[in-house]
């Protein structure tokens, strides 16, 4: 495996859905490829820092306050009777 | 090294009996809707939008919206699927609103893949993340993914964020399986790329200062999105 067929399989290999004969393949090549094995290392680290991070937490109180301003709406929309929203 | 473990939403089964519930007008089956997804949908909203008050909005919009239009949902797919679409929808309208001098669009001409090629390939400190404080750290991925086109930072947050599979990324976004796939190793190797400025790792003495990678404060205050 070239580094660029490498660089093409990564998405699925990090998403685990590379089939067993390009996985085998892909990882023996990592195994000499200390280049690609950084790459490979440091975008699974990327998605998992972003995964983790909690950015963008939505606070308890706006969240209660966005729910009943919500349902409320919701209410009065139903009070109405059926429209294009 | 394997593959990266998702999150997943609730049990699809339990959503089911909700959404019917709710369409037959029980309003405290929504209500529960609402709460087991606004979270995610603010998250999304505010990925793409970049903009609290925006993202709030999208959350009431997006809700009112599905609880409208309840009676037209197939239950062929997801709720949260369905959910997701409409939001991304009216978080995109609130992008162009503020951003009318930009096209703003999933569909718009992202550049050729020699803008996603490693050039970095320094590695990384063991844990990264603990060389900065909550806040330092939270303002580096928020810049990071600010500056990333929105149709990339919109399929990176929906795949990997927030756990969707690449069909229901496909679906949410009115786009192919393989653009979505080609998006996510862009979007995913150019957040790498720039996160690679904060977290690689320093040999001592070579003249930066500190064992940190970047200067967060100056970067970050600089506001340019252009890390």
């Not at chain 2, 990333?148 to 930072?153: I, K, Q, S, Y």
């Not at chain 2, 949410?172 to 796939?181: G, I, Q, T």
């Not at chain 2, 150019?190 to 070579?206: S, T, V």
Request: one cysteine or more; glycine letters at 6%; aromatic letters at 6%.
């Amino acid at each position: 495996m070239k580094c660029s067929e490498f660089l093409s399989e990564l998405t699925s290999y990090l998403d685990g859905v590379l089939d067993e004969k390009t996985k085998v393949e892909l990882e023996n090549h990592l195994s000499w490829c200390h280049n690609c094995y950084v790459v490979c290392d440091t975008t699974k680290k990327t998605i998992e820092i972003y995964r983790d991070s909690q950015l963008y937490e939505l606070p308890e109180d706006l969240r209660s306050r966005l729910r009943s301003a919500i349902m409320t709406k919701c209410q009065q929309q139903k009070r109405r009777g059926p429209q294009s929203v | 090294m394997g593959a990266i473990q998702n999150k997943l939403a609730g049990p699809v089964s339990e959503e089911l009996t909700l959404v019917q519930a709710a369409k037959r007008g029980d309003d405290s089956a929504f209500e529960e809707l609402v709460r087991r997804y606004d979270r995610n949908v603010f998250r999304i909203a505010q990925h793409i939008t970049q903009n609290r008050e925006d993202a709030e909005d999208v959350v009431q919009e997006a809700f009112l919206k599905a609880y409208g239009n309840l009676s037209q949902f197939q239950e062929q797919s997801k709720f949260y699927t369905w959910l997701v679409r409409i939001a991304v929808n009216e978080a995109l309208m609130k992008l162009r609103r503020r951003k009318p001098e930009r096209t703003v669009s999933l569909d718009e001409d992202i550049k050729t893949e020699d803008d996603s090629l490693p050039r970095e390939i320094a590695d990384w400190s063991p844990n990264p993340e603990q060389q900065y404080t909550q806040a330092e750290l939270r303002e580096i991925l928020s810049k990071t993914i600010q500056g990333l086109p929105p149709g990339f930072r919109t399929v990176f947050v929906l795949r990997d964020v927030e756990g969707l599979s690449t069909e229901e990324t496909a679906s949410a976004l009115d786009l192919s399986v393989p653009a979505v796939k080609s998006r996510l190793l862009r979007a995913r190797l150019q957040l790498r790329e720039r996160l690679g400025r904060y977290f690689q790792r320093r040999e001592p003495g070579n003249g930066k200062s500190g064992s940190k990678g970047g200067d967060v404060k100056t970067d970050v205050a600089s506001g340019d999105g252009n890390l």
